[in-house]
């Protein structure tokens, strides 16, 4: 499967604990985006990075959010001090630069559970 | 961004085609139009996306008339399979931004 994959695919924690969350871009593609979606809402952009340079944040991104992308590969999506509130399904997405017209490809998401 | 707006939900048989039609009034030059799918608990899924005048791949089709202020995503003789939410999205070229989703619209689609 060369497809973005995202691991977990589930995560339950309890309020206060930290989680990491992983995903792997298709091969060669230079930007990677983050997504939230809550149940019934569309998803919502969290930050991107073109290689390893992360360019752009939202403002739901707070400080108990960080995202890494080290090698300009795979990225990690860290949650601090979680709230029940940060229960969600995190997407990513990766692509490829192009002149003319950009396609993101998502991965499956990691569920989250904030108990 | 241009803001989208497309139908809450619409309903359909198997067999039929279903027409979803998507009003970007303020798409500005550079902006193209990009179709999702998206299944419960799944990531969203690529369908298509446009610039003018017609695309058309292997699962759907997309009209864009001449003045690009609305599009209409066709999927020819759907199956059950076909129930999801479909996002319409105006994506600024080449920018790197991030994509702006709206509620979407989901489709049952019935035996």
């Known amino acids: 499967d060369t497809g973005v994959s995202q691991d977990p695919r589930h995560k339950i924690t309890k309020r206060g604990q930290n989680v990491t969350f992983r995903c792997d871009p298709i091969s060669e593609h230079n930007r990677l985006y983050w997504y939230r979606q809550t149940l019934g809402q569309g998803p919502e952009f969290l930050t991107y990075?073109?290689?390893?340079?992360?360019?752009?944040k939202s403002r739901l991104l707070s400080d108990r959010f960080s995202a890494e992308r080290p090698k300009g590969s795979f990225s990690t999506l860290e949650i601090q001090r979680t709230e029940q509130g940060d229960s969600a399904m995190y997407l990513c997405?990766?692509?490829?630069?192009?002149?003319?017209?950009?396609?993101?490809?998502f991965g499956p998401g990691t569920r989250l559970l904030v108990l | 961004l241009a803001k989208t707006t497309q139908p809450i939900s619409m309903d359909s048989y198997e067999g039929q085609e279903v027409n979803i039609t998507c009003s970007h009034n303020n798409i500005a030059t550079n902006d193209y139009i990009t179709w999702y799918q998206q299944f419960p608990s799944q990531g969203p899924r690529f369908i298509i996306q446009g610039y003018k005048t017609k695309v058309t791949n292997e699962v759907a089709s997309l009209f864009i008339p001449a003045d690009r202020k609305s599009s209409t995503l066709s999927l020819p003789r759907v199956s059950l399979s076909d129930t999801a939410v479909y996002y319409c999205?105006?994506?600024?070229?080449?920018?790197?931004?991030?994509?702006?989703f709206g509620g979407g619209t989901r489709l049952m689609v019935k035996p």
């Open positions: 999205l105006v994506v600024l070229n080449n920018a790197g931004n991030m994509l702006t």
């Open positions: 997405a990766s692509s490829q630069i192009d002149p003319y017209q950009e396609t993101q490809y």
């Open positions: 990075f073109q290689n390893e340079a992360q360019l752009e």
